[in-house]
């Protein structure tokens, strides 16, 4: 009886301790690491100056959206004498230009130019650098709205540090347009959303700006020095992913730093649906394949090469564990075909899911040191901290559209528009109603 317990037990504690040991390894190293960047943060001098900085907004039916992102850019803290804007026009057809041009009325005193491009994300942003003269370009998206300081934050960071080639700003989903969310399962797969983006784009990216191993700059809101990405080839319109494109270009080709600004906030829009989250996490998986085709140099070869190439580490980690992970989820439905004793795997479950509730509400309090006091999102953290006991099964749901990204990226051509889950659930419904018509 001991020995079959024993021999169970070791079974179970097996299959558990790839997922519960990548945790423990991965908090002992970004714990301190990112503790010391707040530390840090907060000891850091201020610049003064105000150069002249390029404002670029790519705009594609964005009527909804677009007055706030630039109310959000006249209430900026920085001069607006020094700040040029581009509002980038992408084929749209909604009335985008009629609020530009009341938008320009009523604020005289702001450099704004509206061009059109109908050519492209990429193309209209390499339009836009081409046009431009200031000493740092920025981009923005046109759903985005920014904290009063964020580019005056952006600007001394830079002024302060020579070293950083361009930076990445900080992402959120904006709370407010959450709580006004009537469903509330979509109010609680936002919240999940937003909870998310604390630990990827603040937390996990601070992480990986402290050590060095930033490799992509969020397109909502990414930062550069003009002589810097001027060396580049610009913005690739033949992927997904013009902005992880953009930013191997500056590390890996001209050996620059990249760096997250902790303090420079933008807000965009939640999520809309079940379905607009699936097709966006297609896309930005699809991004991450096309990237590791085109920089293969960057990320092949032996063992050796694993401690010389960062990139390399970084696409073991991203896609190799998340077969792993695959491989993990399918031994525990294998589990249960041979009739393994319920209780254990209940009891393995009921650990992994306590260590990953750990997890969010450690990553919550140290997202809190590179918030301001003063700031709504600290208490609006605090008082949604119940949405950790969730995250674990939003999280599996993000593997599966990875995992299914993956799939697709192999049998499909890529598209800016993936399906949205309904559309491939319902044809997969179909495709087995098909078999079975035949069949009988």
């Not at 996990?204 to 402290?210: A, D, E, K, L, W």
């Not at 397109?219 to 930013?247: P, Q, W």
Request: aromatic share 12%; hydrophobic share 40%.
């Amino acid at each position: 009886m001991l020995s079959e317990l024993l021999a169970k037990s070791m079974l179970w504690g097996g299959a558990f301790l790839f997922p519960i040991s990548i945790e423990f390894i991965k908090n002992s190293i970004m714990v301190p690491t990112v503790l010391y960047s707040a530390i840090k943060s907060k000891k850091r001098a201020k610049s003064t100056e105000t150069p002249l900085i390029s404002l670029l907004i790519p705009v594609y039916n964005s009527a909804k959206t677009l007055k706030m992102c630039l109310d959000s850019v006249a209430n900026q803290t920085y001069p607006a004498d020094k700040i040029e804007i581009f509002l980038l026009n992408n084929g749209q057809d909604d009335g985008s230009h009629e609020i530009f041009q009341s938008f320009h009325n009523e604020h005289p005193e702001l450099n704004m130019w509206w061009l059109d491009t109908k050519a492209g994300k990429s193309k209209a942003l390499n339009k836009g650098i081409f046009l431009s003269k200031g000493k740092y370009i920025i981009n923005i998206d046109s759903d985005g709205w920014l904290d009063k300081e964020a580019l005056s934050n952006v600007v001394s960071r830079f002024e302060t540090s020579p070293d950083i080639s361009c930076m990445t700003g900080v992402v959120l989903t904006d709370p407010h347009l959450i709580e006004q969310t009537k469903s509330k399962s979509l109010k609680r797969l936002q919240k999940c959303e937003f909870f998310e983006y604390i630990e990827s784009f603040l937390v996990g990216r601070n992480f990986q700006s402290t050590t060095n191993n930033l490799y992509t700059l969020a397109g909502a809101f990414s930062c550069f020095r003009r002589e810097v990405i001027g060396k580049t080839s610009l913005y690739n319109f033949d992927t997904l992913g013009e902005d992880t494109h953009m930013t191997l270009q500056v590390r890996n080709q001209e050996k620059g730093k990249i760096a997250l600004c902790e303090n420079a906030f933008i807000y965009v829009d939640p999520i809309e649906s079940l379905d607009k989250l699936y097709m966006q996490r297609q896309r930005w998986q699809r991004s991450v394949i096309e990237m590791a085709q085109m920089f293969k140099e960057y990320h092949t070869g032996g063992i050796v090469d694993l401690f010389k190439k960062p990139l390399m580490r970084l696409f073991i980690l991203d896609h190799t564990l998340l077969l792993l992970r695959a491989i993990w989820v399918s031994t525990l439905v294998y589990f249960l075909t041979i009739n393994y004793p319920i209780p254990y795997l209940v009891a393995g479950l009921a650990m992994l899911y306590a260590i990953y509730i750990g997890n969010s509400l450690l990553y919550q309090r140290m997202a809190l040191l590179f918030i301001d006091k003063s700031s709504p999102i600290r208490s609006y953290i605090k008082k949604n901290q119940y949405v950790s006991f969730g995250m674990m099964s939003y999280r599996f749901l993000l593997f599966l559209t990875r995992l299914a990204g993956i799939v697709n990226s192999l049998t499909s051509e890529a598209k800016w528009y993936a399906k949205p889950l309904s559309q491939e659930f319902n044809e997969v419904k179909a495709m087995f109603s098909f078999k079975k018509l035949r069949k009988n």
